[in-house]
């Protein structure tokens, strides 16, 4: 550990190295973890209704190993090497010549780039070690939404409570500033959605942004919950009215707020005391 802090550039390609592995994985989370709700679900439903699960093979983040999905080509390790492997089989499947989607490589660079970013401004410390988990969470999260309009409860209410962890030592956020911030996260947004439905009698967003917005606050204190709603209404608003004058998005359609909330509380994380202190110092 004194050898990381005393050399920075060091610590922060290690981090990055780490951040293209775990973003590796997280194209696991984001692709599986839906799936294996999914199959819960209909256990569950059809438990609810007297009738024996259909037996399906196991499925989880580590089984079956991964597989192209159009010829079922098991992935070896050398085709798995974060961004390299997707370069050197120029995007597609050794086996089939399917095409790779190039989301896989953008998350991997995504991840790494926002661990270094870590890495530069806290250094080898238990607050970059928090932030970390904090980020990679948040990618997860973001691609989930994107993909499903959902956020899990098996990664919000952990992030929630992790948050609260890293903050018995104030490493963000007082813990007093965490547990406000927690609570008041999940209400403003509790209230924005029944304000909507009364006025509207139609749901404008769902449970898990409350839950999301809750952990952001529970990571970074009530104090930051103010510039990540602005940062992720602004920049929300102003994709979806693209999003229906562009390309003709059908207004029916959701669009997902957990990427835009994620967006605002990376901001946050990095920037957020900085904004807070520019804004005040206009008055």
Known sequence: MDFLQAEPAVF????SVI????GSFLNVVIH????????????????????????TPHYSLWLPPSACPGCGHRITALENIPVVSWLALRGRCSACGTRISARYPAVELLSAL????????WGASMPALGALLLVWALIALAFIDLDTTLLPDSVTLPLLWLGLLFNLNGYFASLPDAVVGAMAGYLVLWSVYWLFKLATGKEGMGFGDFKLLAAIGAWLGWQMLPVTLLLSSVVGAAIGVAMIVLVRHDRRVPIPFGPYLAGGGLVALFFGADLTRAYLAQF
């Open 12 to 15: 922060i390609g290690l981090v």
């Open 114 to 121: 926002l661990s270094a970013a870590v890495a530069w401004k």
């Open 32 to 55: 599986r973890l839906p799936r294996m709700m999914e199959t819960e679900w209909r256990e569950q439903c059809a438990e609810l209704n007297g009738e024996s699960p259909a037996e």
């Open 19 to 22: 951040g293209l592995m775990v």
